[in-house]
């Protein structure tokens, strides 16, 4: 892989919170307990982040609990509350620096591409429901049979519960939080164990922005311990989660056996991403290694199966791997690195053992294959070709920087294979032909499809699965239906 420039980007940051914020308050675990942050870069420990139990969601979900029935969030006006989600947002703009250090810091994931691109992100979605959906949400007035006058009011649910993974912390925290929020809903979220202090940042500046006590409640600590309390609680009304499939299913079933609470799950993908033989071989290169090795290779959406029409395959296998070799590793402060380390060494250990899987089927290993320096969790940008549907590594998600290329001869044949997963969150289709681009767009089951492109995450795109990937809709329009309750009143109409 290629060098990164010598040059350190020193992290302008320190770590000032690491307790809960509950009811207005920074507060430790009830049980006094704290775990680890880590450094991916070293496996250094870096800070101590209060542990959350049962009993520190309870305080929390009471907090949320008070402040959305007693007020004063779903009282004020809605204009009021896009005030201050708008103060948020300019705070997260004057301390992006900061929180894009903290989010590399904790997550390992190069700095320049939190700083340039999910800072402007997480703001973005902010000024999205703030501006466009707070003061503009409202019911209907509905014609009916009879003499009625029927309207409908959009409510906020009431208390939100939120769970959120380690691989975009903070972009996590705006899908959730946003249009929550926007809805005057109150909210008690859990941050991923591995990536617990930029949730706690961000918390600290709504605090700054005006939001009242209680209105978002973050508490810190690991699944079971303090993630299921939450789903399964009976004081919660909702619940959204991301994360992985298994964990989905056990979410879903705490709501069930608990209160019934509705649940949105963005969960699992193994998405393909298709290169028709009439594609700009090159753009689709550079687009097919930047949809599999952004984030590490850690994103649920990744373009995890690239396949290549088998008149390109050869053409494409060479500049896929030479781009590859290419890709810059390194420190993710160090200027020009595109890649880091993966989050830890849970998921270090998991994508070498997949590495080896594929190794050992009859895939052909073209680059990489192996762990890159001796401390922290390298891995080196690997691809696959002559890659086969029932081959481990066709239809895990693996969840890091591992690239497997299939051949295929016609679309049908490219559309079934496609679809022969039990995931169905995103897919991606390079050609210049438009009957192609729609017969493609139409017969993938997925919830996003990228046509010459990959990855484009507008605050006003919804974003969510079909199949196993998950349940419902962030971001847009729709993720508003995952935050109301509709009220259909009806009024007799009378001649007094
Ligand atoms: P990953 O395997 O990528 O870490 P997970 O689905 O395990 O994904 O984690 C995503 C989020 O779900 C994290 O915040 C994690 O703490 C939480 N989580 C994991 N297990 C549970 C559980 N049993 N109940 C509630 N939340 C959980």
């Known amino acids: 892989t290629a060098a990164a420039t010598e040059e350190l980007i020193i992290p302008p940051v320190q770590i000032s919170h690491t307790q809960h914020l509950i009811n207005g308050q920074f507060v430790d675990a009830a ?13 250094e420990v870096i800070a101590h982040v209060a542990a959350g139990d049962a009993e520190d969601i309870n305080r929390a979900v009471a907090a949320a609990r008070k402040a959305f029935d007693e007020g004063p969030w779903p009282k004020m006006t809605a204009y ?79 208390v939100a519960g939120q769970i959120i993974p380690w691989n975009f912390p903070l972009l996590m925290f705006a899908w959730k939080v946003g249009p929550a929020l926007a809805c005057g809903n109150t909210i008690v979220l859990k941050s991923a164990e591995q990536t617990p202090l930029t949730a706690l940042y961000v918390a600290k500046l709504f605090q700054e922005a005006g939001l009242p006590p209680g209105v978002l409640n973050v508490v810190s600590g690991d699944g079971p311990t303090a993630g299921a309390p ?21 979410i879903l079933e705490l709501a069930a056996r608990s209160n019934l609470k509705p649940v949105t799950l963005e969960l699992g993908g193994k998405s393909p991403f298709i290169i028709c033989e009439d594609a700009d071989i090159d753009h689709a290169v550079e687009l097919a290694h930047f949809a599999l090795f952004f984030n590490q290779g850690q994103c649920c959406c990744a373009g995890s199966r690239t396949f290549v029409h088998e008149r390109v395959y050869d053409e494409f296998i060479e500049k896929a791997k030479a781009r590859a070799v290419k890709r810059v590793v390194g420190d993710p402060f160090k200027k020009g690195v595109e890649q880091g380390p993966q989050i830890d060494n849970e998921q270090f250990e998991k994508v070498l053992r997949y590495i080896r899987a594929g190794i050992d089927s009859d895939a052909t290993l073209e680059c990489g294959g192996g762990r890159l320096g001796s401390k922290g969790y390298f891995i080196e940008p690997t691809v696959f070709s002559n890659v086969k549907d029932d081959m481990l590594i066709a239809k895990d998600e693996i969840f890091g920087p591992v690239q497997s290329i299939l051949k295929f001869k016609d679309l049908d044949e490219v559309v079934r294979r496609a679809n022969a997963t039990r995931y169905g969150l995103a897919a991606g289709v390079f050609t210049r032909n438009i009957d192609t681009a729609n017969y493609l767009t139409r017969a993938l089951r997925a919830g996003t499809v990228w046509v010459n492109c990959f990855d484009v995450f507008d605050a006003a795109i919804p974003f969510g699965g079909y199949k196993m990937s998950g349940i419902g809709r962030e971001k847009g329009i729709y993720s508003l239906h995952n935050y109301l309750q509709v009220k259909a009143v009806v009024t007799p109409l009378k001649n007094p």
């Open 80 to 158: 009021e509350r896009s005030r201050i989600l708008l103060r948020f947002a300019d705070l997260v703009e004057k301390h992006s620096e900061e929180l894009a250090a903290l989010e590399t810091w904790n997550n390992g994931k190069p700095y320049e591409q939190a700083l340039h691109a999910e800072l402007p992100m997480l703001a973005r979605l902010f000024h999205y429901y703030a501006a466009g959906w707070a003061d503009k949400i409202h019911g209907l007035t509905v014609p009916a049979d009879g003499k009625y006058h029927i309207q409908t009011l959009h409510e906020p649910i009431g």
């Open 230 to 250: 939450l789903a399964s609680h009976m004081d919660v009304d909702k619940v959204a989660f991301t994360g992985s499939t298994d964990t989905g299913k056990i």
């Open 31 to 43: 049980s006094g307990k704290t775990f680890p942050a880590y450094d991916p870069r070293t496996g």
